[in-house]
T-cell receptor
Framework: GAVVSQHPSWVICKSGTSVKIECRSL??????MFWYRQFPKQSLMLMAT?????????EQGVEKDKFLINHASLTLSTLTVTSAHPEDSSFYIC???????????FGPGTRLTVL | AQSVTQLGSHVSVSEGALVLLRCNYS??????LFWYVQYPNQGLQLLLK??????LVKGINGFEAEFKKSETSFHLTKPSAHMSDAAEYFC??????????FGTGTRLKVLA
């Protein structure tokens, strides 16, 4: 149980385009999801906390107009990287809370490469 | 505020030797502590966690960790390393807000 999926697993796009990444909780309802980014050989940095039906809460230094987060249902949160640039290239990982245990369940990640 | 320090960005051990990965934390509230493993281009897999109760926590794949409040530590150990243990390991601290703070990671290399 408690499986989280992400789609796509990898994406390559041209500079200036927008990319949408989906995060789904497959066998549970997630009232809260988190989005992280991870640069090569570095740790995970929390970008934002996403709550179903409300606006996401962004961490300091994260541009909310660039990284649009939508948590439209209890099983789906999306991260849209708008007007992507090469410096946005990273590994993006989502996680979800079940609400029943003190643990986040992580998705497999999405590798974004912006050319 | 919470923070995590992982001592040693790279650790090498021989196959069959003891694995010890160090993690120290800082927290103004009772912490939740986690160890995750990450293989290349994959997400994080939970090895073990401490929330309350027994301070010695056993996880998957033979790993265990001990919560030592007096030392603010949560070191990860495994008696005998396998080649398949080679990966990146992250320690994380959380609290009732469920936000996690991750350490910088330790890359474990297992030598044949």
């Amino acid at each position: 149980g408690a499986v989280v999926s992400q789609h796509p697993s990898w994406v390559i796009c041209k500079s200036g385009t927008s990319v949408k990444i989906e995060c789904r909780s497959l066998d549970f309802q997630a009232t809260t999801m988190f989005w992280y980014r991870q640069f090569p050989k570095q740790s995970l940095m929390l970008m934002a906390t996403s709550n179903e039906g409300s606006k996401a809460t962004y961490e300091q230094g994260v541009e909310k107009d660039k990284f649009l987060i939508n948590h439209a249902s209890l099983t789906l949160s999306t991260l849209t990287v708008t007007s992507a640039h090469p410096e946005d290239s990273s590994f993006y990982i989502c996680s979800a809370l079940t609400g029943r245990v003190n643990e986040q369940f992580f998705g497999p990640g999405t590798r974004l490469t912006v050319l | 505020a919470q923070s995590v320090t992982q001592l040693g960005s790279h650790v090498s051990v021989s196959e069959g030797a003891l694995v010890l990965l160090r993690c120290n934390y800082s927290s103004s509230v009772p912490p939740y502590l986690f160890w995750y493993v990450q293989y290349p281009n994959q997400g994080l897999q939970l090895l073990l966690k401490y929330t309350t109760g027994a301070t010695l926590v056993k996880g998957i794949n033979g790993f265990e960790a001990e919560f030592k409040k007096s030392e603010t530590s949560f070191h990860l150990t495994k008696p005998s390393a396998h080649m398949s243990d080679a990966a990146e390991y992250f320690c994380a601290v959380g609290s009732g807000t469920y936000k996690y703070i991750f350490g910088t990671g330790t890359r474990l290399k297992v030598l044949a």
